[in-house]
């Protein structure tokens, strides 16, 4: 048995809005696993039902084999950090984070050497006395955080914690809770709508939609390997577009009058058939002598510089496709408008949806 | 620049000059009409607080003094039902506190769509006129199988009724005012109970809008003359309205007592909110 198992979890608000339907996920000890999805896909549903604050409509939630389904919040023994960081005003920084030990009737002494110990593990020794409005957010997060871990709870659950916070300090912060999750060895559940922040942090990911599962897998495998159109449209950018199946023997497949071919296997289709492909825009390149697989003619329709990448429009046909490639000072770019050959991997054209 | 264009910069100065100098009047005589309606506001408050307190002075022919005050505070029955005032406010304060904190919070944590009920409820008293109320109390509880006058239960229920639009309000703005929910919720998951989050999370990051409701309360209490002089118990209110019957420049000086009371207790809310850390957290919280 998983450490922590949630097994065919649904809920549904009211009579019929339905946030999560037939969960099932196993995370193990010492694993982060972030759930990934839009706005109302059910991944804060699940996490709250993890914590207690949701009872499901059916289900049942397992920790360390003990079934706490219908266990209140405060007898858990999960810690949670919150999108608002949600510190006690009253209380200063020190308070905060002994708050839990002080329930848990921990003696002065060692409530005051967790404190300091917290303190340090989040780089805020000497902030004790403070109150949490004297704090940046970062730092209230930072604080939260502590208290959260300062129980020694037996999972620390974060429902979008970077949220609220500035896109550097976001960054820095993340690195800084799974190094802090790593050194602590804690089971973490992690709920994101950050694609970025999702891949970066997770052991494994969770990509949730309308209340589904649509993948578990390792960030790579996610990216790399999307099972369902919504993973792969939703993690990264995406060229899909529909294709007809030419010849299935041979993986090969037809769009805007050009054809390519996909290393994965067409089995049970047949020719005609119709199917949705993706090619991610890093896969693109140039076709320099045009005898690679998969050359397709294309014009130039608009560059785009971002930074450390350059993004190249294109047009095949009437559909248009986006093509990365890495700056650099000396790269020569072709002109709008300009007609060329770009190509790709049998690899890199993944059959996303068959029979649509 | 040629002529014409000098002409027109000119032209565009001497508007330019004109409207400022209108708009600089309009303004001076806006500041005017402002200080006016200040004098105004503050002669129509402070004159007849003044006229009382100097009325309440001439006590000795000939000369002002503080006669009128030495003997109000030197009857024995002023201490007697001003002490009783104190102690049912003190009982009001602590039942409306144990009645409408957990309510109020209960409704915003878990029942927000009875919130319209609640406040509807708590208004009430303004629409139901005392007197009504408490012949309605006394019709009531008068007679078995529930009989409670000549207790003081009836009283204190009727001053918990009066001051519940206070006391409700008070606790509901400083609900609204931090993220009860999330707070409730982050108690929760490091182990606290309902208890320990009312003691510890709640109630003091509440102080200063309980304070208001207390001091309310305590103002209403203080001065409340319908409840009491038909429950007949003894109180501060029936006691003005005995010795106004009676005497010309005690009831002024008792008046003048009065006021002072409700502004020491606004000034006291004013003092404890002044500096609370939770008041200036909940600005920071929304960083």
Redesign the interface.
């Known amino acids: 048995m998983a450490f922590l198992e949630i097994l065919k979890v649904s809920k549904i608000f009211g009579s019929n809005t339905v946030a999560v339907k037939d969960f099932n996920l196993n995370i193990e000890k010492g694993e982060l696993v972030s759930f990934l999805g839009p706005s109302g896909c059910g991944k804060t549903t699940t996490l709250r039902v993890v914590?207690?604050?949701e009872t499901p409509n059916e289900g049942k939630v397992y920790l360390g084999g003990e079934d706490i389904t219908d266990r209140?919040?405060?007898?858990?023994?999960?810690?949670?950090v919150?999108q608002?960081?949600?510190?006690?005003?009253?209380m200063t920084v020190g308070d905060n984070i002994g708050?839990?030990l002080k329930?848990?009737k921990k003696s002065p002494t060692e409530i005051k050497q967790r404190v300091e110990e917290m303190l340090s593990l989040i780089h805020m020794s000497g902030f004790g006395n403070r109150?949490?409005?004297?704090?940046?957010?970062g730092q209230?997060q930072r604080v939260?955080l502590a208290?959260?871990l300062a129980?020694r709870p037996q999972v620390l659950?974060l429902d979008e914690p970077l949220s609220a916070l500035d896109a550097k300090i976001r960054v820095a912060l993340r690195a800084e809770i799974r190094a802090i999750q790593q050194q602590l060895g804690i089971t973490a559940i992690y709920v994101t709508h950050d694609q970025e922040e999702a891949l970066s942090l997770s052991d494994r990911v969770v990509v949730m939609n309308n209340g589904y599962i649509e993948q578990v897998g390792t960030p790579f495998e996610i990216y790399n390997f999307p099972q369902t159109e919504f993973v792969a449209q939703f993690v990264g950018t995406l060229n899909a577009i529909r294709a007809e199946v030419v010849d299935p023997a041979s993986n090969i497949l037809r769009f805007e009058g050009q054809q390519v071919q996909a290393a994965q296997g067409l089995e049970g289709l047949h020719a005609g058939d119709r199917v949705m492909i993706a090619i991610r825009p890093e896969r693109l390149s140039f076709a320099a002598d045009g005898r690679k697989p998969n050359v397709l003619d294309c014009s130039i329709e608009n560059i785009t510089f971002l930074g450390s990448i350059v993004r190249i429009q294109v047009k095949i046909g009437n559909s248009s496709f986006s093509m990365d490639t890495f700056n650099n000072p000396f790269l020569e770019l072709p002109k709008i408008g300009e007609q060329t050959q770009i190509t790709c991997s049998r690899e890199a054209v993944l059959v996303l949806s068959r029979g649509s | 620049m040629n002529i014409e264009t000098g002409r027109g910069l000119g032209a565009w100065a001497f508007l330019h000059s004109r409207k400022k100098r209108s708009n600089e009047v309009t303004r001076k005589r806006g500041s005017v009409w402002a200080w006016i309606i200040l004098i105004l506001g503050i002669l129509y408050f402070f004159v007849p607080l003044f006229s009382t307190f100097e009325f309440s002075m001439r006590m000795l022919k000939g000369r002002y003094s503080f006669e009128a005050y030495r003997v109000a505070f030197g009857d024995s029955r002023f201490y007697h039902d001003f002490g009783f005032s104190l102690l049912w406010a003190a009982i009001t304060i602590a039942v409306s506190l144990l009645l409408i904190v957990p309510t109020a919070y209960w409704v915003h944590l878990r029942l927000p769509k009875l919130r319209p009920a609640v406040e509807f409820v708590t208004l009430m008293p303004f629409v139901v006129p005392a007197v009504v109320l408490v012949f309605g109390l006394i019709k009531l509880y008068g007679s078995p199988p529930i009989t409670l006058v000549g207790t003081p239960v009836l009283l204190i229920a009727g001053y918990v009724v009066l001051s519940l639009p206070y006391m409700f309000r008070a606790v509901d703005t400083g609900l609204r005012a931090i993220d009860v929910r999330t707070l409730t919720e982050a108690a929760q998951s490091l182990g606290a109970g309902w208890g320990t989050i009312l003691k510890d999370v709640i109630f003091p990051n509440l102080r200063v809008a309980i304070l208001s409701g207390v001091f309310l309360t305590f103002a209403i209490v203080m001065g409340e003359f319908t409840f009491a002089a038909l429950l007949v118990w003894p109180a501060f209110g029936p006691y003005m309205e005995e010795i106004g019957a009676m005497r010309a420049y005690t009831p002024q000086a008792l008046s003048v007592v009065s006021f002072l009371l409700t502004w020491g207790s606004i000034g006291l809310i004013q003092w404890v909110a002044r500096g609370a850390p939770g008041q200036q957290a909940q600005i920071a919280g929304t960083r």
């Open positions: 914590a207690g604050f209140p919040p405060n007898q858990r023994h999960v810690g949670m919150f608002a960081y949600a510190l006690f005003p009253n708050f839990g329930i848990a109150y949490p409005y004297q704090l940046s957010g209230q939260a208290r959260a129980i659950l």
